[in-house]
């Protein structure tokens, strides 16, 4: 059974660093046809793809938000890490990841999500 | 900047059909963009739907059904039921590796 579980702090300051982590089961990150992807949804507002890595450590972010992010992944530990730097506000939202697949390109399993607020 | 266009709210009838649509602001989407189609109730986790296009993903009901109509990809929902009642959002794979969604739909069973 494949599983994704975010985790990470649930309020952060602004300014400060976010490091989210998720963790995968049920299918190997080593696994060439799989990666991860991070997505986001602001209270009241769309899903919004962030950024993705692949098992070749390939990564691709989203245009607007490239310079503030980070994915990296410890396929040892089964997890994928996305941080995101010099926070506002306007990044308070639920923080998914998912499992991708190559070809054909889609989210095919998501995690539970994890809340993140941002507020001094 | 890719913008990804769907309507914004649609409404349908208990056992009708109704047509959600995904285009580009600026462009035709295709099959070489690899739509998706996810459905989303606040607080709880999407559930892939459609993916290339018009595949359903494991355990999605037959009436749910992706296609290209015209310069769109669309998701029709056939005999649409009470707890279709969601917002559906459409995904596309754009070269380099970046996804993009569109705004949603928010649907209405009434």
């Known amino acids: 059974q494949v599983t994704l579980k975010e985790s990470g702090p649930v309020l952060v300051k602004p300014t400060e660093t976010l490091t989210l982590t998720c963790t995968v089961s049920?299918?190997?990150?080593?696994?060439?046809?799989?990666?991860v992807s991070w997505i986001r949804q602001p209270p009241g507002k769309a899903l919004e793809w962030l950024a993705n890595?692949?098992?070749?450590?390939?990564?691709s972010y989203a245009t607007s938000l490239k310079s503030r992010l980070t994915i990296s992944q410890d396929t040892s530990k089964s997890q994928v890490v996305l941080t995101m730097t010099n926070l506002d506000p306007v990044d308070t939202a639920t923080y998914f990841c998912?499992?991708?697949?190559?070809?054909?390109?889609?989210?095919?399993?998501w995690g539970q999500g994890s809340p993140v607020t941002v507020s001094s | 900047q890719t913008v990804v266009t769907q309507e914004p709210s649609l409404s349908v009838s208990p056992g009708g059909t109704v047509t959600l649509t995904c285009g580009l602001r600026?462009?035709?989407?295709?099959?070489?963009?690899?739509p998706s189609w996810y459905q989303h109730t606040p607080g709880q986790v999407p559930r892939t739907l459609i993916y290339?296009?018009?595949s359903r993903s494991s355990g999605v009901p037959v009436r749910f059904s992706g296609s290209i109509v015209g310069n769109k990809a669309a998701l029709t929902i056939t005999g649409a039921q009470a707890d279709d009642e969601s917002v559906y959002y459409c995904?596309?794979?754009?070269?380099?590796?970046?996804?993009?969604f569109g705004g949603g739909t928010k649907l209405t069973v009434l």
């Open positions: 998912a499992r991708i697949f190559t070809y054909p390109y889609y989210f095919e399993s």
């Open positions: 049920g299918f190997s990150l080593r696994n060439s046809r799989m990666g």
């Open positions: 890595i692949f098992s070749n450590d390939e990564k």
């Open positions: 600026s462009g035709s989407v295709s099959a070489s963009y690899y």
């Open positions: 290339d296009t018009n």
């Open positions: 995904v596309v794979y754009m070269a380099g590796g970046v996804w993009v």
